[in-house]
């Protein structure tokens, strides 16, 4: 009777304002629309909270709601206008004018309370959820031509276990959902979520998730574990006072930190969600010794202030164990390249050939013969004729020289390195002479 009273004295007061007002805890609903605050109740809905009150009276109201509080029905902001959902998925509600519409053609499935009801792009979303004894990870979309709900198909590797009561913050087209629970079949025994799931909900994939800290993890648990006790504002979660724990938590995803305020006394009452608009906060006081509850308008960043900060999610762990080995691999990769590099590296002066830090002495005609090894990985047995020929000489006299040269180098060569530069092969071409080729995986670099 107080309560109907209440809103009777509402139609009929000229200056009415936000703080005459109080409500039975359950009987109204908070939403924001266009940047200002709307309040509902069963009975009809105000609007310009900051000043002098306007109140319409529902013409209509869904009869499947009639015996439901009316914070049963998720309301949100979609396509210029408010919409009401039903908690567990399915029936679809609309505000027009002074009628609350039924604007669906399914029927309530109960298979995704405590999700994630969203707007994105003109469609609405419900992500995850629990129902049918478990939890689950995937996403449902209103589909405007059958007017029914549909599965959306997802990309990336989903959330095994599924997940309920979180809270969810839209940050460049990426869903965050952090903490929650989640449920098995078998013994419906809640599991708290130390995860930040990441859905990426313009290319329908799921991304790599956080793992949350353990100081995160703590705070997480007893802060947003319920969706109705936080809300967003500026790209962060923000987690409201209560009696034992009087200060503001700021979940910064984008910054990976959690912003802890200077305690703040005599403010909320417990788990109560407040709404913010345009840096303002509606305030949601439990009164003393009554079941009523009043509301008040108040600036919200003076009381968010920092005075302490904690780290939200791991970047260390696996992430810099990958990058550690990307980096090891990188080395090693780097430091092998440079190892068969140098294994290969020969270097001529005109006096010795220098390999892996050893030498050998050259003589002239040696360093003949290795330019042309050097720089045609061949040389014909004539060419070396050519070089010792001497018309005072015999023709076997300048072959014997010939071969006492390529023997005498190819001799000190093995003596120091143990291994053998060029090869003697038939030359294809005449198979009367011989063809002296570098081995190929040496390489001959001259220098001087």
């Known amino acids: 009777m107080v309560f109907l009273f209440s809103l009777l004295l509402s139609l009929f007061s000229i200056q009415k304002t936000l703080e005459d007002l109080s409500f039975l805890l359950g009987q109204y609903e908070l939403v924001i629309y266009k940047d200002q605050p709307y309040l509902f109740t069963k009975q009809g809905y105000y609007s310009n909270l900051e000043g002098e009150l306007s109140y319409t009276s529902f013409r209509s109201f869904p009869k499947e709601l009639e015996d439901q509080p009316i914070n049963f029905v998720n309301f949100i902001e979609h396509k210029d206008s408010i919409f009401g959902i039903h908690p567990g998925g399915g029936h679809l509600y609309k505000l027009d004018g002074d009628r609350l519409l039924a604007v669906d053609n399914s029927r309530p499935h109960l298979n995704q309370f405590a999700s994630v009801i969203f707007s994105y792009r003109d469609t609405l979303f419900n992500l995850g959820g629990y129902g049918l004894w478990n939890s689950k990870s995937y996403m449902t979309y209103f589909d405007e031509k059958s007017k029914g709900w549909g599965k959306m198909n997802l990309g990336g590797v989903e959330p095994k276990n599924g997940f309920s009561a979180a809270q969810a913050i839209l940050l460049d087209d990426v869903m965050h959902i952090i903490g929650g629970e989640f449920t098995f079949a078998h013994n419906q025994k809640p599991i708290k979520s130390d995860m930040i799931y990441r859905l990426d909900i313009k290319e329908k994939k799921w991304l790599e998730p956080f793992e949350l800290t353990q100081n995160a993890f703590e705070l997480v648990l007893s802060h947003i574990r319920v969706p109705k006790q936080v809300f967003n504002f500026k790209d962060r979660i923000i987690r409201t006072p209560k009696a034992a724990d009087p200060y503001f938590y700021q979940y910064d995803i984008k910054n990976n930190r959690i912003i802890i305020s200077q305690e703040i006394k005599d403010v ?120 010792f020929f001497d018309q005072n000489r015999s023709s076997d006299l300048i072959i014997k020289r010939k071969n006492k040269m390529v023997e005498e180098l190819s001799s000190r060569i093995y003596q120091e390195f143990k291994k053998h530069f060029f090869i003697k092969a038939p030359n294809r071409k005449d198979k009367r002479q011989a063809i002296y080729l570098l081995e190929k995986k040496y390489k001959i670099l001259v220098e001087g």
């Open 268 to 387: 909320f009452y417990t788990d109560i969600i407040p709404m913010t608009f345009e840096g303002k906060i509606i305030e949601q006081q439990k009164n003393r010794n009554t079941p009523e509850i009043t509301l008040q308008i108040m600036s919200l960043p003076s009381l968010i202030t920092q005075d302490k900060v904690v780290t939200l999610y791991k970047t260390g762990d696996k992430t810099n164990m990958i990058l550690a080995g990307c980096i090891v691999f990188l080395i090693g990769g780097l430091l092998l390249y440079k190892y068969q590099t140098s294994r290969k590296k020969i270097t001529l002066t005109r006096s010795k050939l220098y390999y892996l830090g050893g030498s050998v002495p050259i003589k002239k005609s040696e360093y003949f013969f290795l330019v042309k090894l050097a720089h045609n990985r061949r040389v014909e047995n004539q060419e070396l004729l050519d070089y």
